[in-house]
């Protein structure tokens, strides 16, 4: 799948959009070189709009697991990452989110794009490198 297609670059972050026909492999496929383009670029700040994926089914806690182990591993403590799912695909407790902050990975889960975005760039940059806002 061509990132470039799906991905927008602002002054202040990056935001991805999968396309709505994507299955979760694709999906997950999708955010996670989102992830890795904006750490190669020093782009602090991500923005995954996966809102209009309304045909998936909610992943299990293994896939949960699994596929946050991936953007961890991504991000490598160095990008923030918003994302905003249908809420059918949000754990109920947030088990994603809980296992990213465990593996290092910052980030929260939104139903509202505003959210969203109000909480990705009211994140301050505490990381040592050099990477932008």
């Not at 923005?47 to 299990?60: A, K, N, R």
């Not at 697991?65 to 109920?92: N, S, Y």
Request: proline letters at 5%; charged letters at 20%; one cysteine or more.
């Amino acid at each position: 799948m061509n990132i470039a297609k799906y991905l927008e670059v602002t002054e202040s972050h990056c935001r991805v959009l999968p396309p709505n026909t994507v299955s979760m492999v694709e999906s997950v496929e999708l955010m996670t070189r989102a992830i890795a383009f904006c750490r190669e670029q020093k782009i602090r700040k991500l923005l995954v709009d996966g809102s209009g994926l309304t045909q998936l089914t909610p992943p299990t806690l293994v896939d949960r697991f699994l596929m946050v182990e991936d953007w961890a591993r991504a991000a490598r403590g160095m990008v923030i990452v918003a994302m905003v799912w249908p809420p059918k695909l949000i754990h109920p407790q947030k088990f994603g989110i809980r296992v990213a902050a465990d593996l290092g990975l910052r980030g929260d889960v939104f139903i509202s794009k505003n959210a969203a975005m109000a909480w990705l760039l009211a994140q301050t940059d505490t990381h040592a490198g050099a990477l932008r806002a």
